[in-house]
């Protein structure tokens, strides 16, 4: 009697010990697909990452060329205009036509605009370039002066603003047309170095 006593005790601790090391087991196989699961989701994130950072260096690159090749051009001219005053030789100038046009209303009288004006280059090869694009030139140049109203010309900063703006609008002919890191338009970059007004009427 006394030793099947001691046989039921002895099966009583055994069950429990087994049911231990299954709940034991199973934490941790609970635990290694977890692990699993969040390396995999981690790696993954990570390559998407990297894909993405490599994605942002390209753009960076591609801006800091861009940025570049517009600083070179802006030397490459401002070098061409330094040997052309070492060597002396004289300015080139190609003069337009004379350009009439109606200024926008502001008053119940029609207003005018009637300018003569020379382009300076920085060289004789971009004097020619001019001339072949000149019908371009010339109504780019006008529908600029039909915008404009005579208040704004009447001030000497006003006609400086206009020649300023009918460089850019020429050099954005003949030139090139620079864009930002946004991949906005900048100041265009060409040949013209400077509009000169011979003669300049509003009334």
């Known amino acids: 009697m006394a030793k099947a006593a001691a046989t039921a005790d002895d099966a009583g601790t055994e069950a429990p010990k087994k049911s231990n090391k ?80 109606n200024l926008q209303q502001e008053t119940a009288m029609d207003q005018y605009l009637q300018v003569k004006a020379s382009v300076r280059v920085d060289e ?11 019908p371009e030139i010339r109504h780019r140049v006008l529908l600029l002066l039909s915008s404009k109203k005579a208040s704004e010309l009447n001030t000497p900063q006003g006609r400086e603003d206009l020649a300023e703006n009918m460089v850019d609008t020429i050099n954005a002919i003949v030139g090139e047309i620079p864009k930002n890191r946004k991949g906005e338009p900048e100041k265009p970059i060409g040949p013209v170095e400077a509009v000169l007004f011979t003669s300049f009427i509003v009334q």
Do not use: S, W
Request: avoid cysteine; glycine fraction near 6%; charged fraction near 30%.
């Open 22 to 101: 299954m709940l034991i087991i199973i934490i941790a196989l609970l635990l290694v697909v977890i692990i699993g699961g969040a390396a995999a989701f981690f790696m993954m994130g990570g390559n998407h990452d990297a894909e993405d950072a490599d994605a942002h260096d390209d753009e960076v690159v591609a801006e800091e060329d861009h940025d570049a090749a517009a600083k070179e051009a802006r030397k490459a001219k401002l070098k061409k205009k330094k040997e052309a005053d070492a060597k002396g030789l004289p300015p080139v100038f190609v003069e337009l036509d004379p350009f009439t046009v």
């Open 124 to 134: 004789q090869h971009a004097a020619d370039q001019l001339k072949a694009y000149m």
